[in-house]
């Protein structure tokens, strides 16, 4: 059986919608346009934020990868490098010079003639060293005669000092004139006795003629008076004459006692004894001055002669028949004294131009085979030790090289061609490395920065960067090594470099990495 359903009894009465209406459109646009456009907008945002990378302009670029090469482990002797030089005397050059002044008057060599030690090289005009030394012979003489008078003169004082004869000489005199002299005072008592009694006699024979006056004559009278007078005069001097005697008698002791002390001391004659012998000392330093200047003008005449001061050939003849030479020190005056210069056949080496790429490569003792047109087969060498002579216009740094056994038609001057060979490495006791790894990039891709050497790098998530890189030696077509600063992994920008700034972005054009 049916049941018929009455949907009617599901309706429910609504309000009347009329008053509401457009508070309910203003509700719909909003729901249906403006909400919808917002999440649209976003959306649209999002994704235009999630595709930057592919929507904004990028610099396009083309890159290479770094080249990584293991290193070779050279055996020793291949050759590495080759270097222009020439040759030249080890270690310089030896000058033989004059050691006096004069003008050249003959050579006993010429270029490339072998001398031995000794041999003379030049001969000077010898005129003046032979006056010279004829002059400084007679001065010589002259002093040696200076020197026997003088040591004839101290033996005289010292004689003079052993035998002191005139001082005995002047002491017995003294005593002699002492004892005369006391025997003059002793006498002079007596003396005055005599002369009183002789006053004493002309006393009474005066008084006597006085008492005759007129029965005798006026001259015997005066005779009398004369007699008198004298006698009185004798005696008053022979009073006087003791205190005289007496002083002269002490002046003599006196005397005596000086000369005694004399005798004793002989100041006088020491004295002549220092100083004859410090003039004898002083003869004898001119003496040895006049033979030091005797010597010194043979030793000059003997130097006329310009010898080789060792065995060697000939290089150079540096001065001619009637050059001036001269002795002067200092190195202004060295080539005016320079005759000949020479070398050592056995001892020479060649200056070679290495590359700078290949001066990292070069070490002391290293093997070089060194080759010139000379010689037939190549020449043994080993490197010395490169110079600080650079040279900017070559491009190259100067190595000395030594030459092994030198064959006799090798010269000087002569061009060579060396060739550096690697050289042996020391064994190791322990398990073998593996040779190192290199990084080798192209040089053209390294430029020059304040802050050294850069390159650019292509970064993975689309950048540039600009790196600093150290640079290593110079490896071959045109690679140079890098040291620190780069990876294996890293792609070098090579095209589009230009106006190219750190961290600009890059799309890579090339899109298989290409080799350097």
């Known amino acids: 059986m049916t049941t018929a359903v009455d949907l009617s009894q599901l309706a429910r009465a609504r309000p009347d919608r009329g008053a509401s209406a457009p508070s309910r459109r203003r509700r719909s646009f909003f729901s249906r346009y403006v909400l919808s456009g917002g999440i ?17 302009p990028r610099k396009s670029v083309t890159v290479v990868p770094v080249v990584t090469m293991r290193g070779e482990l050279r055996q020793e002797g291949t050759p590495l490098f080759q270097a222009a030089g020439w040759i030249e005397p080890r270690p310089t050059p030896m000058l033989v010079t004059a050691l006096t002044e004069g003008v050249v008057e003959k050579l006993f060599v010429v270029e490339g003639q072998a001398v031995k030690a000794g041999e003379p090289i030049a001969q000077l005009i010898e005129s003046d060293a032979k006056l010279a030394l004829r002059d400084a012979e007679a001065v010589s003489a002259l002093r040696q005669a200076e020197v026997a008078s003088m040591d004839a003169e101290l033996k005289a004082a010292e004689l003079r000092m052993a035998n002191p004869v005139h001082l005995d000489a002047a002491l017995a005199e003294a005593d ?11 006498k002079v008592p007596f003396l005055i006795e005599s002369a009183k009694a002789r006053l004493d006699f002309a006393q009474r024979n005066l008084d006597g003629k006085r008492a005759a006056a007129g029965g005798i004559a006026e001259r015997l009278l005066q ?11 004798e005696l ?60 010194r003008a043979k030793l000059m005449l003997e130097r006329t002669i310009i010898r080789a001061p060792r065995d060697g050939r000939v290089l150079q003849l540096a001065a001619r028949p009637g050059t001036r030479v001269t002795a002067m020190e200092g190195a202004a005056a060295l080539g005016a004294a320079t005759i000949v210069t020479l070398y050592d056949p056995n001892m020479l080496q060649i200056r070679a131009d290495v590359r700078l790429d290949d001066v990292a490569a070069v070490e002391a003792g290293q093997p070089v085979r060194i080759e010139t047109a000379s010689v037939k087969a190549p020449m043994e060498g080993f490197v010395l030790q490169p110079t600080s002579i650079a040279n900017i216009q070559k491009n190259t740094l100067e190595v000395k090289v ?19 060979l690697a050289p042996a490495k020391p064994e190791s006791t322990g398990e073998k490395k593996s040779a190192p790894e290199r990084l080798l990039v192209r040089k053209d891709l390294v430029s020059p920065a304040e802050g050294g050497q850069v390159v650019w790098i292509a970064l993975p998530d689309g950048r540039a960067q600009q790196r600093t890189v150290q640079l290593g030696r110079a490896g071959e077509n045109g690679l140079v090594e890098i040291v620190e600063g780069l990876t294996p992994t890293d792609r070098l920008i090579v095209g589009g470099r230009d106006g190219l700034k750190n961290g600009d972005r890059i799309a890579v054009s090339n899109t298989t990495d290409i080799t350097p």
Not at 223 to 233: I, R, V, Y
Not at 277 to 294: D, F, T
Not at 405 to 418: D, Q
């Open 402 to 420: 030594a030459i092994k056994n030198p064959p006799l038609t090798v010269r000087p001057e002569m061009l060579v061609s060396a060739t550096f």
């Open 236 to 295: 008053a001097e022979l009073k006087q004459r003791t205190p005289r005697l007496e002083r002269e008698v002490e002046t003599l002791c006196r005397k005596q006692v000086a000369l005694a002390e004399q005798r004793r001391l002989l100041i006088d004659e020491s004295r002549g004894v220092a100083d004859t012998r410090a003039k004898r000392e002083a003869a004898i330093a001119r003496q040895q001055q006049s033979l030091l200047a005797a010597e």
């Open 40 to 56: 649209l907008l976003g959306f649209a945002v999002l994704v235009a934020w999630a595709a930057r990378d592919q929507l904004l």
């Open 176 to 186: 002699s004139l002492l004892a005369k002299t006391e025997t003059e005072l002793a």
């Open 223 to 233: 005779q009398a008076e004369s007699d008198f007078t004298s006698a009185e005069a």
